[in-house]
């Protein structure tokens, strides 16, 4: 006797590990069911109560004891009902229990009602007969979808035989849902979560955890977050502590899974841990993946705040399987990435080449994903963008208008201007403007405004009266900021539609826009808007009378090399002005005034006896790339503005290129700055070596 109850003692602490200690989760389902007896007058009532005390903080699933017996102690049998019992099988359970041959362990609990029963067997015995002919037949997921037609469908077939392993289950429902539309999705998702069978594979799901193969365990969290089951829930944290736990068996496919669970959820602390385990583990096993897929998925989750040296150890791996890449694997190395903040200039050009030769066919979903990389890497190459923007201005009939907007805006967060593309969808406006709705226009006047595209264009004035006339019939159901960005649109574009200026100017609108949350941005607007009516506008808009706060000064650059080029040019700083203040908040870097012809520089200090009108002021600008759009001397549109009313004030405007200025030279910068000050008649043919850039 002292035997069987050591046997039975040492089996119970090694099932009792498999439960969580602050919860009492159990199997749902297949059971016995005993309607006259009462566990708390079982002799393991001193186990009971500890596991009630468990239950006592717990929030999920199901209620009342567990109760472990052994052999033929006299179970009453009156009133016994037989259902189905589920075993575990050596077979099934990659990590098995050790159980005594002579004994098996009785795991029993109540569910509505009545009591439940689950034998673990490690050889056969009496009750073999019993469990023989009712035992489940494990089912693939692979069968489960293709049998099943919705996810009630798979809980249906759970409720009817549970089978190990549950993750099956789960993995079963997400291949389901990934067939179906949104909406079906979500009211299947709603279906889902009130089936009477949820909680059982749910409650199945954390008691086979720690003993199911790990790949199965990382395919059911993933199913489980895809399905949208809360993070915060007992079900998906436990089962992160068991990843966390096993981390150490992960082999290549479960890092590919691993990463994809990572990538797909909310940062938690438990998410956290497991990312920080991640990393340690692609440190040590990097040099061993082979699949390129899988090392763009370790390089996406990863995070952007990981070592460098990892990051360096990813990018020197990914170098080395270069010629390995198929097309798909280089269209998803600007997204790993981005993902990961790593710009490798190698890779980037590498991938770069691939994508723009097999461009033709490229899905509209890849094509954002890659500009938006090469946005948030600071990576421009003309090449693929140039090869991208012909591609689909090629194909425009097969896009729809939302898609060629959605990559123009990309193509301007990135500074590139389509021209082709540009011009084709300025046809398409001014030939069906009905297509559009309010946030059609809003877009495509930011984009062609801040690209300065429809300077000089043929259809300008057509283009704009078609939206400054889509944008006034819808004008009482415009909101103030989209009227606002509309208004401000036009005056890039020098063009003053007289029913949107006025209805701006209302105090009431100003009011709106002054109190919004985007103040700072509002006001910036607002007194660009104020300095286009003053210097461009012909009609008899002067200025707002509601006082605006004042824009903060930009920092100054002293420009040290231009002043010393132009000090040596000139004659001395007698000769020119630095950093000069103008009216309606604009600065110039230098200052020079000379004659009409510009063949003479005057010095400042003749100002008083020199007649104005005898005066030529030049405005010396030193500009970055970033004033041009990319590939090109074409001025964007804040920077185009500028230079318009710059020459409003009677400026003739020279701009100075500061990377070109840095590679020069002081004899080639000043022959650089000599060509663009003074008038090219006044020149020798051989001082010109450089020609303006506007």
């Given at each position: 006797?002292?035997?069987?109850?050591?046997?039975?003692l040492?089996?119970?602490r090694?099932?009792?590990?498999?439960i969580p200690?602050?919860?009492t989760?159990?199997?749902?389902?297949?059971?016995?069911?005993?309607s006259?007896w009462?566990?708390?007058?079982h002799?393991?009532?001193d186990?009971?109560?500890?596991?009630?005390?468990s239950r006592s903080s717990?929030?999920?699933?199901f209620?009342?004891?567990?109760?472990?017996?052994?052999?033929?102690d006299?179970?009453?049998?009156?009133?016994r009902s037989t259902?189905?019992?589920?075993?575990?099988?050596r077979?099934?359970?990659p990590r098995r229990l050790?159980?005594?041959?002579k004994?098996s362990v009785v795991?029993?609990?109540?569910?509505?009602?009545?009591?439940?029963?689950?034998?673990?067997?490690?050889?056969v015995?009496?009750e073999?007969?019993?469990t023989k002919e009712?035992k489940?037949?494990p089912?693939?997921?692979?069968?489960?979808?293709?049998?099943?037609n919705?996810?009630?469908?798979?809980?249906?077939t759970?409720?009817?035989a549970?089978a190990?392993?549950?993750?099956?289950?789960?993995?079963?429902?997400w291949?389901?849902?990934?067939?179906?539309?949104?909406?079906?999705?979500?009211?299947?998702?709603?279906?889902?979560?009130?089936?009477p069978?949820?909680?059982?594979l749910?409650?199945h799901m954390?008691?086979?955890?720690?003993i199911?193969?790990?790949?199965?365990l990382l395919f059911?969290?993933?199913?489980?977050v895809?399905l949208?089951i809360?993070q915060?829930t007992l079900l998906?944290q436990?089962?992160?502590?068991?990843?966390?736990e096993?981390i150490?068996?992960?082999?290549?496919?479960?890092?590919?899974?691993l990463?994809?669970?990572?990538?797909?959820?909310?940062?938690?602390?438990?998410?956290?841990?497991?990312?920080a385990g991640?990393?340690i583990?692609?440190?040590?096993?990097?040099w061993?993946?082979?699949?390129v897929?899988t090392?763009?998925?370790v390089m996406?989750?990863?995070g952007k705040?990981a070592?460098?040296s990892?990051?360096?150890?990813l990018?020197?791996?990914a170098?080395s399987e270069?010629d390995?890449?198929?097309?798909l694997n280089?269209?998803?190395?600007?997204e790993?990435?981005?993902?990961m903040n790593?710009?490798?200039?190698v890779?980037?050009?590498?991938?770069?080449k691939?994508?723009?030769d097999n461009?033709?066919?490229?899905?509209?979903k890849?094509?954002?994903n890659?500009?938006?990389?090469?946005k948030?890497?600071?990576y421009q190459n003309?090449?693929?963008?140039?090869g991208?923007?012909?591609y689909?201005?090629a194909?425009?009939?097969?896009?729809?208008l939302?898609?060629v907007?959605?990559?123009?805006?990309?193509f301007?967060?990135l500074?590139?201007?389509?021209?082709?593309l540009m011009?084709?969808l300025?046809?398409?406006?001014v030939?069906e403007?009905e297509?559009?709705n309010?946030?059609?226009?809003?877009?495509i006047l930011?984009?062609y405004?801040?690209?300065?595209h429809v300077?000089k264009?043929?259809n300008?004035e057509?283009f704009l009266e078609v939206?400054?006339?889509?944008?006034?019939?819808?004008l009482?159901?415009?909101s103030?900021e989209?009227?606002l960005s509309?208004?401000f649109?036009?005056c890039?574009?020098n063009?003053?539609?007289l029913?949107?200026?006025n209805?701006?100017?209302?105090?009431?609108?100003?009011?709106e826009?002054l109190?919004?949350d985007?103040?700072?941005r509002?006001?910036?607007?607002?007194?660009?808007?104020?300095?286009?009516?003053?210097l461009?506008?012909?009609f008899?808009y002067?200025?707002?009378?509601?006082?605006?706060?004042?824009?903060?000064?930009a920092?100054?650059d002293?420009?040290?090399?231009?002043?010393e080029v132009?000090s040596?040019?000139l004659?001395?700083?007698e000769y020119?002005?630095?950093n000069v203040q103008?009216p309606?908040?604009?600065?110039?870097?230098?200052?020079i005034?000379m004659?009409?012809?510009?063949s003479?520089?005057l010095?400042?200090?003749?100002m008083?006896?020199?007649?104005?009108t005898?005066?030529?002021?030049?405005?010396?600008?030193c500009?970055?790339?970033?004033?041009y759009?990319l590939?090109s001397?074409?001025?964007?549109?804040?920077?185009?503005m500028?230079m318009?009313h710059l020459?409003?004030m009677?400026?003739h405007?020279?701009l100075?290129?500061n990377?070109?200025?840095e590679?020069?030279e002081?004899e080639d910068a000043v022959?650089?700055?000599?060509?663009?000050i003074?008038s090219l008649?006044?020149l020798?043919?051989g001082d010109?070596?450089?020609?303006?850039?506007?």
């Amino acid at each position: 006797m002292n035997k069987k109850a050591s046997s039975f003692l040492w089996n119970l602490r090694q099932f009792s590990t498999l439960i969580p200690r602050d919860k009492t989760v159990g199997f749902c389902g297949p059971k016995f069911v005993y309607s006259n007896w009462n566990p708390r007058n079982h002799p393991g009532n001193d186990f009971d109560n500890r596991i009630q005390s468990s239950r006592s903080s717990s929030t999920y699933l199901f209620q009342d004891a567990f109760i472990f017996k052994s052999g033929n102690d006299g179970f009453p049998t009156k009133g016994r009902s037989t259902l189905t019992v589920l075993t575990v099988d050596r077979l099934l359970c990659p990590r098995r229990l050790s159980f005594d041959s002579k004994h098996s362990v009785v795991f029993v609990g109540t569910l509505n009602n009545g009591l439940r029963k689950v034998n673990f067997h490690q050889e056969v015995s009496d009750e073999d007969v019993l469990t023989k002919e009712i035992k489940p037949t494990p089912i693939s997921y692979q069968k489960l979808s293709k049998e099943c037609n919705s996810l009630s469908d798979v809980l249906d077939t759970f409720s009817k035989a549970p089978a190990f392993p549950s993750s099956n289950y789960f993995t079963a429902m997400w291949t389901i849902a990934k067939r179906m539309s949104e909406e079906q999705k979500r009211c299947e998702k709603q279906l889902m979560f009130s089936h009477p069978a949820f909680n059982q594979l749910c409650e199945h799901m954390m008691r086979e955890a720690k003993i199911m193969r790990y790949n199965h365990l990382l395919f059911s969290l993933h199913a489980m977050v895809k399905l949208g089951i809360p993070q915060n829930t007992l079900l998906v944290q436990t089962l992160l502590r068991v990843a966390q736990e096993r981390i150490n068996e992960c082999d290549e496919k479960c890092l590919s899974i691993l990463s994809a669970i990572i990538e797909a959820m909310e940062p938690c602390k438990n998410v956290q841990v497991l990312q920080a385990g991640l990393r340690i583990l692609v440190d040590q096993q990097v040099w061993k993946i082979k699949r390129v897929f899988t090392l763009q998925a370790v390089m996406k989750c990863i995070g952007k705040d990981a070592p460098f040296s990892l990051k360096r150890k990813l990018e020197i791996k990914a170098l080395s399987e270069l010629d390995r890449f198929s097309v798909l694997n280089s269209q998803r190395m600007f997204e790993a990435l981005a993902a990961m903040n790593h710009r490798s200039m190698v890779l980037l050009n590498e991938c770069s080449k691939i994508v723009t030769d097999n461009v033709h066919g490229l899905p509209f979903k890849i094509l954002i994903n890659i500009l938006q990389s090469c946005k948030d890497l600071r990576y421009q190459n003309l090449d693929l963008f140039k090869g991208t923007a012909d591609y689909v201005a090629a194909t425009y009939d097969i896009w729809k208008l939302k898609q060629v907007i959605f990559l123009l805006i990309s193509f301007e967060n990135l500074g590139f201007r389509p021209i082709g593309l540009m011009d084709m969808l300025m046809k398409k406006v001014v030939e069906e403007p009905e297509s559009l709705n309010m946030k059609n226009i809003v877009s495509i006047l930011h984009v062609y405004s801040a690209l300065n595209h429809v300077y000089k264009c043929e259809n300008k004035e057509q283009f704009l009266e078609v939206m400054a006339s889509s944008v006034t019939g819808c004008l009482h159901h415009i909101s103030s900021e989209h009227l606002l960005s509309v208004v401000f649109s036009f005056c890039l574009m020098n063009h003053f539609p007289l029913a949107l200026v006025n209805q701006v100017l209302q105090k009431d609108v100003i009011s709106e826009l002054l109190a919004s949350d985007d103040k700072e941005r509002n006001v910036h607007k607002l007194h660009i808007l104020n300095t286009c009516l003053k210097l461009d506008d012909t009609f008899s808009y002067k200025a707002i009378d509601l006082l605006l706060p004042q824009m903060p000064s930009a920092p100054l650059d002293p420009n040290t090399k231009v002043a010393e080029v132009l000090s040596s040019l000139l004659g001395g700083e007698e000769y020119f002005s630095k950093n000069v203040q103008l009216p309606h908040n604009y600065h110039i870097d230098f200052e020079i005034r000379m004659d009409t012809n510009r063949s003479q520089v005057l010095p400042f200090s003749d100002m008083g006896v020199t007649s104005a009108t005898n005066i030529q002021r030049v405005a010396v600008l030193c500009v970055p790339r970033s004033v041009y759009c990319l590939g090109s001397n074409h001025p964007r549109g804040l920077f185009a503005m500028k230079m318009r009313h710059l020459n409003v004030m009677g400026f003739h405007v020279i701009l100075v290129n500061n990377w070109e200025m840095e590679q020069l030279e002081m004899e080639d910068a000043v022959t650089y700055l000599k060509s663009k000050i003074y008038s090219l008649e006044d020149l020798p043919a051989g001082d010109i070596n450089l020609q303006s850039t506007y």
